[in-house]
T-cell receptor, first 118, second 115 residues
Framework: AQKITQTQPGMFVQEKEAVTLDCTYDTSDPSYGLFWYKQPSSGEMIFLIYQGSYDQQNATEGRYSLNFQKARKSANLVISASQLGDSAMYFCAMREGIVDTGRRALTFGSGTRLQVQP | DAGVIQSPRHEVTEMGQEVTLRCKPISGHDYLFWYRQTMMRGLELLIYFNNNVPIDDSGMPEDRFSAKMPNASFSTLKIQPSEPRDSAVYFC?????????????FGPGTRLTVT
């Protein structure tokens, strides 16, 4: 079974609008972390935001926020006030066993390609 | 501080040849990861090291792949012999390993083409 599912292969958004990129996950581990990475056309992977399974509040980092719904096992990324530079691939990833510091592997979803239109 | 450094950035080789990809992690980072990205399989972890010791190599495709980390500032991923299906972008990443977030910092990747 897929551990990370991103059901939107591609999304379009108008500049200055908000957009939500979906991510659902599957784990039986009670402690896990969810990450979002951005991959622009240049190819590098850029860390955006993190949400821990025990975090009480939804994570926010500037224009990025995470809509974390633990019971539904979803961790959707919200980008507010989209900019042309936000056009990129976005990957959701999970690390299980964050309390057990020995486990460091990230499992990635298939990604969503976001295109911001002027 | 410089980010994760990978070399070469591009590699084109013929089937059957040996390929060596190199990575220098961020100084002070205790963990080093090798990932492969293809259209078909997405981003997948190949192997990772903690303090130069391989911890999980379950993602290494087969015996043709090997990875080493002889010291804290250098790692190699070797493919011998290479096959066309090994064509992919190979990323190296590193992390500090000292807090629960412990985000991974990725290098620019090596684009490998095996003809």
């Amino acid at each position: 079974a897929q551990k990370i599912t991103q059901t939107q292969p591609g999304m379009f958004v108008q500049e200055k609008e908000a957009v939500t990129l979906d991510c659902t996950y599957d784990t039986s581990d009670p402690s896990y972390g969810l990450f979002w990475y951005k991959q622009p056309s240049s190819g590098e992977m850029i860390f955006l935001i993190y949400q821990g399974s025990y975090d009480q509040q939804n994570a926010t980092e500037g224009r990025y926020s995470l809509n974390f719904q633990k019971a539904r096992k979803s961790a959707n990324l919200v980008i507010s006030a989209s900019q042309l530079g936000d056009s990129a691939m976005y990957f959701c990833a999970m690390r299980e066993g964050i309390v057990d510091t020995g486990r460091r592997a990230l499992t990635f979803g298939s990604g969503t390609r976001l295109q911001v239109q002027p | 501080d410089a980010g994760v450094i990978q070399s070469p950035r591009h590699e084109v080789t013929e089937m059957g040849q040996e390929v060596t990809l190199r990575c220098k992690p961020i100084s002070g980072h205790d963990y080093l990861f090798w990932y492969r990205q293809t259209m078909m399989r997405g981003l997948e972890l190949l192997i990772y090291f903690n303090n130069n010791v391989p911890i999980d190599d379950s993602g290494m495709p087969e015996d043709r792949f090997s990875a080493k980390m002889p010291n804290a500032s250098f790692s190699t991923l070797k493919i011998q012999p290479s096959e066309p299906r090994d064509s992919a972008v190979y990323f190296c990443a590193s992390s500090q390993g000292r807090d629960r977030i412990d985000e991974q910092y990725f290098g620019p990747g090596t684009r490998l083409t095996v003809t």
